[in-house]
């Protein structure tokens, strides 16, 4: 069996195709990442047009990348939500289309149940490592991204149970936001972990959030505690400026906060 996914969640643009359910055959990814930098975060608006331009370029590579036809394709799978609105639109109203098209099932996708099944995939003939072997089920999947934290118990691929997530902030988010307030570039993850190596992550103590539901995050408290933090080490009060701050800080006071953030950071998760 063949399925074509589409993905079309936030900022990129994808089409993939999988064969018999654990090989990858394509993987086509276009991104607006370069458009977005200057924003310093993602437009919506600007995503979806650009999704719009990409949609049918990548996914005439997809297929020519898998070296098969709509005669082949036995049903396309597309994201559904979460993500923004707009480039949702973009994805379902394409694979809706061709699905009346070529007369293919349409099986909607919540993306972030898929972030544990694309650990199904374990063949490829395309430059990806891929697990060797499926997960083995009942198995416990921890979710992170720019817009999701969460830790999910899974009897099997279709059959879960969210045990913990975040109350505020995904901590890709806290990422992000910490690094505007250090002047990094966008996106702020790889810029903080960069950094960091050259920082020391016990300089600063900051807070880990402490839930009620001990299984549930919260990174809103560690970025604030960042920009206090920030204010502080440049002799400033809460009243000044989050979008000032970076010019008064020193390169190796910017190091020093990245490493102590993601320190604390990843040891809440993985406490």
Sequence with gaps: MYILGVETSCDETSVGIVRGGNELLSNVVATSMGMQVEYGGIVPEVAARAQIEYMIPVLDEALTQAGVNWGEIDAIAVTYGPGLGGSLLVGVMTAKTLSQIHNKPLIP??????????????????????????????????????????????????????LGQTRDDAVGEAFDKVAKILGLTYPGGPSISKLAKQG???AYQLPKSRLENPYDFSFSGLKTAVLRLSQSVIGKDFTFPSFLIAQHLSDQQKADISASFEYTAIETILD
Excluded: C, E, M
Excluded at 136 to 148: E, N, T, Y
């Design 200 to 202: 020391d992550q016990r």
């Design 109 to 162: 996708v919540n993306h972030v149940q898929a972030h544990l099944g694309a650990n199904l995939l374990t063949k490829t003939s395309l430059n990806l490592s891929l697990p060797t072997t499926p997960p083995d089920f009942p198995a416990l999947g921890l979710i992170v991204s720019g817009g999701h934290t969460q830790i999910v118990y899974y009897d099997s691929p279709l059959k879960y149970k969210v």
